[in-house]
Structure formats: structure tokens, C-alpha cells
């Protein structure tokens, strides 16, 4: 924690403050973006140069430009210090309303639906819950499968970079599942940005463990074209290379397989007036909850600004376009004027 | 109030009454040449509609030289059929639209809903899950439904009416058409209640309203209606609660060949166009009347 001192300087910005800083950064991400747009037309997909991790490269963690590397450190430091009361947390900041944003996500999903005559030619659907951690997504994903949809074979994979919020997703499993979703879950550690490598999740034996996936002591990986269902609920606006992971869900999934992201977007659907109070509450409310619930202020610190800091949602739309991926209508949907969107793109027939 | 209606312009009680753009008609402006290609109208499509072949009637109105419009990106797209204005976005991507014509052919035996969107999909070649990516769910494939046909009745026009097309009145073209819209529904038919009903939910009545009157004008469209008087709207309003009724009519109808729809169409129309004549003729004795009192009082020196 050696920039404590400059981060405790930005904790309590302005709204003055917040206003210009994000457009930089928007305009950063859009500038990387407009010089691939054309190249990606042309038909054969060659990974641009932005889309290929870097840990050298500068990224933005929070309100700080960072390295990539050092992003995926401190991102990691984030959630190791919040696993244990992030789901406390996230009924808090939301006054619980992100429940309904993720029982909605999973709904319209519909995931293991088969129409009764004739069994899927695809096989068993496989789903893959990425940045998964203590299991929001994963667990509603199963019951909707298992339960609503009667369809017992289908699969979850929960995949996180931190085994710390694994480790949490783990234990509600075996407490909160009954044994027959058990069987069909299954946790592993892997960064989204390289899904070949990954490990199964490994107990976090000692307290100065390092929490953090690393890749050299990755024992398998995601083959192509291998999943139907590909999700990542609030976590995708952690990566350190957003285009690399968006590349990497589009090799994973077969052909057809949906591409499904939920994540805060641009409260700016409604009136401008929700939308400051919006930015009020995250900006004055949300560390200090974090404070006095987690005792860790600058991780929610760093959530508020990486929300901030987050593409629109054309933006991001165009960013799942530019990976491959086909969308419906607009490409998105917004939630609570925008508080939160759900981005969905397939990965098309060849 | 009646006076200050009666003495105001037409253009002045267009801008107050909101209407629609004033097409230029060729008497008001004999001398300018018509510049432009049948290529560049059909350019000028709407929301509603996207190709069309057009009526001759209705291309002699575009009389206005190119440099006199505003260039078509200036301008914001129109809900109804509009010369004047671009084309808007079409609603569907290629994708949805390959998965929604395919899901479309499981509607008669799996109704709106997912079964037929997973048959559809796997017709295609994708996946159980893929018709996740469609941002409404079954009521993407209505909304299809609902657009598909919309759009298919300018194709159907020259087999309705048979080089009949000078002679039929507007009226009989109108019926015409709405026939033939309304036997698009005749493979669903089974499954149109379920449909409806899914349409008249909160979150989607907006749509099916939209989709309805976008219905509307096209059929009037199509029928070569060039009315720019407040008729415009109620025309319009007419027809779409008279589709509507009719349309649910005919989700009850047993008899062969859907006589009774037909039957049940002819009357309300009937009555439209009665009731449409006995408000014209209110309307035309209130504006004699009104002038008239607006001429005494003049005549006695009111400044009016």
C-alpha cells in the first residue's frame, strides 16, 4: 500500500471532481477503439494489438492509471479484503435491489431450456460464470436450471482470479445447495483474460497465502468452443484488458453460445436528477458504508470510481461487437434508469 | 373560439392542430420541374415501411427541387410515412432476423414462446440457449410477427388489387388491404390469443400501440390516402381500433374461409365511414355557422 497516502488524498472527491476525469479516461477507451473498427470489418479476425495483454501497459484503477499488472494486484488486494462481507455489502449499497437485477439477469437468460421434443443436439449446456466468486449468479443459474427448468444436466463452472471469494462461493455451496446442484457446480481459478490456463480451486491454507491465480501453476484450461452460456455479473469492469477477455469468451463459446454481461453502467436513462442523486450516494454513502461495514474504505473507493470510469453502454456494446460477437436490437437493457445494464451478444455461426 | 379558428390561416391551424408536413402539391407550384429519381424517393422512407414500389400518385408530389430539402441528416426520422425524412434504422439485426423467420415456422405448433425460439434455433444451426441474446424474449418473435407482415403487404398490393388499382376508391382499398393483413394471422391463428395477450402487458402494450399505428399508415399508404387535413388522424385512429377488433374477432372464428372476420370487417367499416360522414357534416355546418356569426359581428364593427 504504498500510494495509501495518495488514494486517502482522493477518497473524498467532489462532484466537480468526478465530472471531467471519467471523460478523459472515456475518451482513452474509445481512441483504442475507433483504430480497430475498421480493421475488425474485414473478415478474418486478427487480435488487434489492445486486445492482447500487456502488464507493462497503463490501464486505470479507480481514478489512478496504473500498469495492467499492478491493476490485477490491487484488484486482487480489493477482493481479498471484501470477501467475507461482500455480499453484506452489496444488499447495503443497493438496499438490496441487486437481487432483482440478478434474478432478472438469470431469468431472461432462461438458462436450460430445452423444448421437450427431441433431446438438444448440443449436448449438456455448459455455463460459465466468470468472476463468479461467492456464487450470486452461479447458485440463481443452477435453481433456474435445476429447478424451474427441469433440467438436471446442466453445468455450472464458478471461475474467479481470487480464491478468497472462491473460497467463500465454496463454503455457501456446500451450506445453502442441495447436493444434486452440488454435483453439477464446480469452482476453478483462472484469469479471464487467458482461460487456457486454469486450476481447480485450491483450500486457502495459511492467512499469508497469497490469494491471487497464478498462472504458473495452472494444471488445465477452457477449451475452444466448449461453452453455451458465458456470464460475468459486476466483475468485468475489474479486468486489467477488457477486449482480451471479451476475445476469450468468444473463443470459449461455441457457435451460438451467448455472451451475457451485468454491470453498472450510465444512470443517465432517466433524469439527470436521479442521476446526481445516484452519484451523491455512491460517492458520499458507499465508502463510508464500506468503512463502518467492512472497515475498508478504500476498496469501496475504488468501486465507486471504477464505476465511474466504466464505458457506456454503446461503448460497450460496440467493445462486444468488436470481439465477434452478434447483438439484438440495441445490444443492451438497461436496469433502474441505467444504475446497471445487461449487455448480451452471441458468438456467431461461421 | 370558433372565430379565431375559422379566421386564422391553414398554415397557422396546421402548426396549432400539430399535423403532419404538407405534401407540395403540383397545382401550388406548376413551374418547378420534377428533379428527382424514383431511386432518391424511395430513399425517403419511414419507420413504418422500407421499400416500396410506389404509386405514381403519390411520386408526382415530390415536385420540390433537391435544394430546397434539408439534407435527410439533418432530420429526425417520422413515425409515419414521410417524404421528406430518412429511413429509419430496420429493428432487427441480421442475426435476430435469421433466428426469429426460422422460430417463426414452430409458431403454429409451439405458439410465442420459447419452444418455438429453441426449435428455431436449433433449425439454424445455434443453440438452445441462443435466443438468450434477444433483448424481449417471446415477445421479440411477435413483435417480428407484427413487423414481417406489416412490411410483406406492399409485396402483396399489385395481386390485391389486379390493375384495379384506378378505379377502386380509397375506401375499397383500404378494406382490401386490411383483409389481407388479417389473413397473415391466418396460420397463427391458434396461438394469436396467447400473443395478444402477451402484447397487452405494461411493458410491452407501448410497442404493440406503436406497431399498430405504424399498421395503419401503412395500409392508408398503400392505399394512395393523401389527406393532410385532421382526417389524417382519425383515419388512422379508426382503422386501428377497427384492426383491432376485428383481429381479435377473428381469434373466435370457425367459419370456413373466415367469412364471418370478413363480414364482421365490412360492417365496421361501414359504420367508420357513416359515422366519418355525419362528423364531417356537424363539423361543415359548425364552420358555415361559426363564419357566418364571425361576418355579422363584423359587419357591426366588432374588429375581429
Same mark, same amino acid.
Request: glycine letters at 6%; hydrophobic letters at 35%; proline letters at 8%.
Given at each position: 500500500m504504498a500510494t495509501a497516502a495518495a488514494r486517502q488524498a482522493m477518497s473524498r472527491p467532489s462532484l466537480l471532481r468526478i465530472i471531467?476525469?471519467?471523460?478523459?479516461?472515456?475518451?482513452?477507451?474509445? /481512441?483504442?477503439? #475507433? &483504430?480497430? +473498427?475498421?480493421?475488425?470489418?474485414?473478415?478474418?479476425?486478427?487480435?488487434?494489438?489492445?486486445? *492482447?495483454?500487456?502488464?507493462?501497459?497503463?490501464?486505470?484503477?479507480?481514478?489512478?492509471?496504473?500498469?495492467?499488472?499492478?491493476?490485477?494486484?490491487?484488484?486482487?488486494?480489493?477482493?481479498?479484503?471484501?470477501?467475507?462481507?461482500?455480499?453484506?455489502?452489496?444488499?447495503?449499497?443497493?438496499?438490496?435491489?441487486?437481487?432483482?437485477?440478478?434474478?432478472?439477469?438469470?431469468?431472461?437468460?432462461?438458462?436450460?431450456?430445452?423444448? /421437450?421434443?427431441? #433431446? &438438444?443436439? +448440443?449436448?449438456?449446456?455448459?455455463?460459465?460464470?466468470?468472476?463468479?466468486?461467492?456464487?450470486? *449468479?452461479?447458485?440463481?443459474?443452477?435453481?433456474?436450471?435445476?429447478?424451474?427448468?427441469?433440467?438436471?444436466?446442466?453445468?455450472?463452472?464458478?471461475?474467479?482470479?481470487?480464491?478468497?471469494?472462491?473460497?467463500?462461493?465454496?463454503?455457501?455451496a456446500t451450506t445453502d445447495l442441495p447436493a444434486s446442484q452440488q454435483e453439477a457446480l464446480s469452482f476453478v481459478e483462472a484469469n479471464a483474460e487467458n482461460l487456457s490456463q486454469t486450476r481447480p480451486l485450491q483450500p486457502i491454507l495459511s492467512e499469508t497465502e497469497q490469494t491471487f491465480f497464478d498462472p504458473a501453476?495452472?494444471?488445465?484450461? *477452457?477449451?475452444?468452443?466448449?461453452?453455451?452460456?458465458?456470464?460475468?455479473?459486476?466483475?468485468?469492469?475489474?479486468f486489467s484488458n477488457i477486449p482480451a477477455a471479451l476475445r476469450e469468451a468468444h473463443r470459449v463459446l461455441k457457435p451460438g453460445g451467448v455472451f451475457a454481461c451485468l454491470e453498472f453502467s450510465k444512470a443517465d436513462k432517466w433524469t439527470s436528477i436521479f442521476e446526481s442523486l445516484y452519484k451523491e450516494w455512491s460517492f458520499r454513502a458507499i465508502p463510508l458504508i464500506g468503512q463502518l461495514v467492512a472497515g475498508d474504505r478504500d476498496s469501496y473507493q475504488y468501486l465507486v470510481e471504477s464505476i465511474e470510469r466504466f464505458p457506456s453502454q454503446e461503448e460497450f456494446r460496440d467493445m462486444i461487437v468488436d470481439a465477434g460477437f452478434v447483438v439484438a436490437g440495441k445490444g443492451y437493457e438497461d436496469l433502474t434508469g441505467g444504475v446497471a445494464a445487461i449487455h448480451r451478444g452471441m458468438k456467431p455461426r461461421k | 373560439?370558433?372565430?379565431?379558428?375559422?379566421?386564422?390561416?391553414?398554415?397557422?391551424?396546421?402548426?396549432?392542430?400539430?399535423?403532419?408536413?404538407?405534401?407540395?402539391?403540383?397545382?401550388?407550384?406548376?413551374?418547378?420541374?420534377?428533379?428527382?429519381?424514383?431511386?432518391?424517393?424511395?430513399?425517403?422512407?419511414?419507420?413504418?415501411?422500407?421499400?416500396?414500389?410506389?404509386?405514381?400518385?403519390?411520386?408526382?408530389?415530390?415536385?420540390?427541387?433537391?435544394?430546397?430539402?434539408?439534407?435527410?441528416?439533418?432530420?429526425q426520422t417520422r413515425a409515419y410515412h414521410s417524404h421528406d425524412h430518412p429511413a429509419p434504422?430496420?429493428?432487427?439485426?441480421?442475426?435476430?432476423?435469421?433466428?426469429?423467420?426460422?422460430?417463426?415456422?414452430?409458431?403454429?405448433?409451439?405458439?410465442?414462446?420459447?419452444?418455438?425460439?429453441?426449435?428455431?434455433?436449433?433449425?439454424?444451426?445455434?443453440?438452445?440457449?441462443?435466443?438468450?441474446?434477444?433483448?424481449?424474449?417471446?415477445?421479440?418473435?411477435?413483435?417480428?410477427?407484427?413487423?414481417?407482415?406489416?412490411?410483406?403487404?406492399?409485396?402483396?398490393?399489385?395481386?390485391?388489387?389486379?390493375?384495379?388499382?384506378?378505379?377502386?376508391?380509397?375506401?375499397?382499398?383500404?378494406?382490401?388491404?386490411?383483409?389481407?393483413?388479417?389473413?397473415?394471422?391466418?396460420?397463427?391463428?391458434?396461438?394469436?390469443?396467447?400473443?395478444?395477450?402477451?402484447?397487452?402487458?405494461?411493458?410491452?402494450?407501448?410497442?404493440?400501440?406503436?406497431?399498430?399505428?405504424?399498421?395503419?399508415?401503412?395500409?392508408?399508404?398503400?392505399a394512395g390516402d393523401l389527406s393532410v387535413d385532421p382526417s389524417w388522424y382519425t383515419k388512422r385512429a379508426s382503422l386501428s381500433a377497427i384492426y383491432a377488433a376485428t383481429e381479435l374477432f377473428m381469434t373466435t372464428d370457425r367459419s370456413p374461409g373466415f367469412q364471418e372476420t370478413r363480414a364482421f370487417l365490412r360492417r365496421r367499416l361501414d359504420e367508420a365511414s357513416s359515422l366519418g360522414g355525419a362528423v364531417r357534416s356537424v363539423s361543415q355546418w359548425l364552420s358555415f355557422t361559426g363564419s357566418a356569426a364571425v361576418n355579422v359581428l363584423r359587419s357591426k364593427g366588432v374588429r375581429i
Open positions: 471531467p476525469r471519467p471523460r478523459q479516461q472515456q475518451q482513452l477507451i474509445s /481512441l483504442r477503439f #475507433s &483504430s480497430s +473498427s475498421s480493421a475488425t470489418s474485414s473478415s478474418p479476425p486478427k487480435t488487434p494489438e489492445y486486445a *492482447i495483454p500487456d502488464p507493462s501497459r497503463p490501464t486505470h484503477f479507480g481514478y489512478e492509471t496504473v500498469t495492467e499488472a499492478e491493476k490485477r494486484k490491487r484488484v486482487a488486494g480489493v477482493f481479498t479484503s471484501v470477501a467475507e462481507s461482500y455480499d453484506r455489502m452489496n444488499d447495503l449499497m443497493s438496499f438490496g435491489w441487486h437481487r432483482i437485477w440478478k434474478d432478472h439477469f438469470v431469468s431472461t437468460l432462461n438458462p436450460g431450456f430445452s423444448p /421437450l421434443s427431441g #433431446s &438438444s443436439p +448440443s449436448g449438456p449446456q455448459h455455463i460459465l460464470d466468470i468472476a463468479g466468486g461467492t456464487g450470486d *449468479i452461479a447458485f440463481r443459474m443452477l435453481h433456474h436450471a435445476h429447478v424451474v427448468n427441469a433440467n438436471p444436466s446442466v453445468r455450472v463452472t464458478i471461475s474467479d482470479i481470487n480464491r478468497a471469494m472462491l473460497s467463500v462461493g465454496k463454503a455457501r501453476t495452472a494444471t488445465s484450461g *477452457i477449451p475452444d468452443a466448449s461453452v453455451d452460456l458465458y456470464t460475468v455479473a459486476f466483475g468485468i469492469r475489474n | 373560439m370558433a372565430s379565431a379558428a375559422v379566421t386564422c390561416s391553414a398554415g397557422a391551424a396546421r402548426r396549432m392542430l400539430l399535423l403532419p408536413p404538407r405534401p407540395t402539391v403540383t397545382l401550388l407550384r406548376p413551374s418547378v420541374p420534377v428533379t428527382r429519381s424514383l431511386s432518391t424517393t424511395a430513399n425517403h422512407s419511414s419507420v413504418c415501411r422500407h421499400s416500396h414500389t410506389q404509386q405514381q400518385s403519390i411520386r408526382s408530389r415530390h415536385i420540390r427541387p433537391e435544394s430546397q430539402r434539408t439534407p435527410a441528416s439533418q432530420l434504422p430496420r429493428p432487427f439485426t441480421e442475426a435476430e432476423t435469421t433466428l426469429l423467420s426460422a422460430a417463426l415456422q414452430h409458431v403454429p405448433e409451439h405458439g410465442f414462446g420459447p419452444e418455438a425460439l429453441a426449435h428455431g434455433a436449433r433449425d439454424v444451426g445455434l443453440l438452445d440457449i441462443s435466443a438468450a441474446v434477444l433483448p424481449d424474449g417471446p415477445f421479440s418473435l411477435i413483435r417480428y410477427h407484427l413487423y414481417a407482415q406489416r412490411t410483406g403487404l406492399a409485396a402483396k398490393k399489385d395481386d390485391l388489387f389486379q390493375g384495379t388499382e384506378a378505379i377502386m376508391t380509397v375506401s375499397e382499398k383500404v378494406e382490401a388491404l386490411t383483409w389481407a393483413r388479417l389473413r397473415g394471422n391466418e396460420v397463427i391463428i391458434g396461438k394469436w390469443q396467447e400473443a395478444l395477450a402477451i402484447m397487452a402487458m405494461p411493458s410491452q402494450a407501448p410497442t404493440a400501440a406503436k406497431e399498430l399505428g405504424c399498421l395503419a399508415d401503412e395500409i392508408y399508404y398503400l
